[in-house]
């Protein structure tokens, strides 16, 4: 009994510290060394979302991206070098966008405490101030600070790490837990899918050549397969993009699993969230809306706190794009 009280009150002091949920990283880390710098990325993303209203969808999948391969540590921010192929040339990297975003918040925060700041920090608050600026006019999660960034991108990585739109549920399941995150975190996760886009050879198997035989899915709503084939030309079509929500891109909310579960989940990954009952059963809770904002918040730091570097590893880069020459 004593131990036990004695347990939970490190736990508690131990989050008073601010070191539960992301390891070490913390709230507001900058308060003393650029107090300025969490100012600085909402004023310039709400200037950026309010002439680019897609940027919160650009912003999540490319910090999702940058998560998962080496951890949240700013690599997928990397140019190539003249001796290695960056993560944002790999394959993978199709439609990322907003690099130009980050690179601009980073170079205003500079100026005012230059070497303090890391671009996997900018790219973690832009992402959450895009969402509020865009939807819902509060903060949706937390984010926690302290991230250093990383001096490794390698093409490689991102297409051995990210995970496809064609893997089934066991697929994604096991990609999920090589980073520490759990089947309800990918259910909720998912849902960053009621906003933006995808191109039409990444899911268009499902409508023209399903098993090889000219054949569709036959788990997908056939309304839906016919409304997509008015919109995809064919099997190789990579440059025409449809909305991933079919009830529309322009709210951030839990209409994903409404959709998903009359079989509108565009990619095979959407649809294979249907294909176990955990996994249905997590669904199912998500369609509750209060609930849904909550669970997403909570899933957004853990996927924000992967393999971070942090104390004096790494380095603060100058620059986003390219890692310091010292
Ligand atoms: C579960 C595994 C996942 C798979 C297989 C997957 C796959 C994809 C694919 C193939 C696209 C379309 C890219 C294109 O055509 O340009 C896409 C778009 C997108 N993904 Fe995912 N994704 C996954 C998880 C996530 C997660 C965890 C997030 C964020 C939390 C996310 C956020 C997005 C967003 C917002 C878009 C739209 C991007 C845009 O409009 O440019 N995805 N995803
Ligand atoms: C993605 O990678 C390809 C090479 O595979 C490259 O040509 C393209 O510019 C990259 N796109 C972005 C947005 O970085
Ligand atoms: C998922 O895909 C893997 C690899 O293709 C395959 O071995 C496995 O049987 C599939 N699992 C299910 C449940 O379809
Ligand atoms: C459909 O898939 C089969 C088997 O992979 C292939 O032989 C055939 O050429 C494909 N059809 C088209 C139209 O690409
Ligand atoms: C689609 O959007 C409409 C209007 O916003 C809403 O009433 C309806 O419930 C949505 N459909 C689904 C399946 O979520």
Known sequence: MKTTSFLVACVLLSCFLGACHGGNLRKNFYRNSCPQAEAIVKTKIQQHVAARPEL??????????DCFVRGCDGSVLLDSTATSKAEKDSIPNLSLAGYDVIDDIKAAIEAKCSGIVSCADILALATRDAFSVRFNNVPLWEVLTGRRDGRVSTASEALANLPPPFFNFTQLKQSFESKKLTVHDLVVL???????????????????????KGDQDPSLNPTYADFLKTKCQGLSDTTTTVELDPNGSTKFDND????????????????????TKTSRNIVNELRNQNKFYTEFGQSMQRMGAIEVLTGSAGEIRHKCSVVNSN
Do not use: E, W
């Open 56 to 65: 919160p969808a650009k912003l999540i999948r490319m910090h999702f991206h």
């Open 256 to 275: 994903y699993y409404n959709i998903l579960v009359q079989n509108k989940g565009l990619f095979q990954s959407d649809a294979a969230l249907l294909t």
């Open 190 to 212: 998912s849902s960053a899918h009621t906003i933006g886009v995808g191109h039409c050879n990444l899911f268009s198997n499902r409508l023209f050549n399903f098993t090889g």
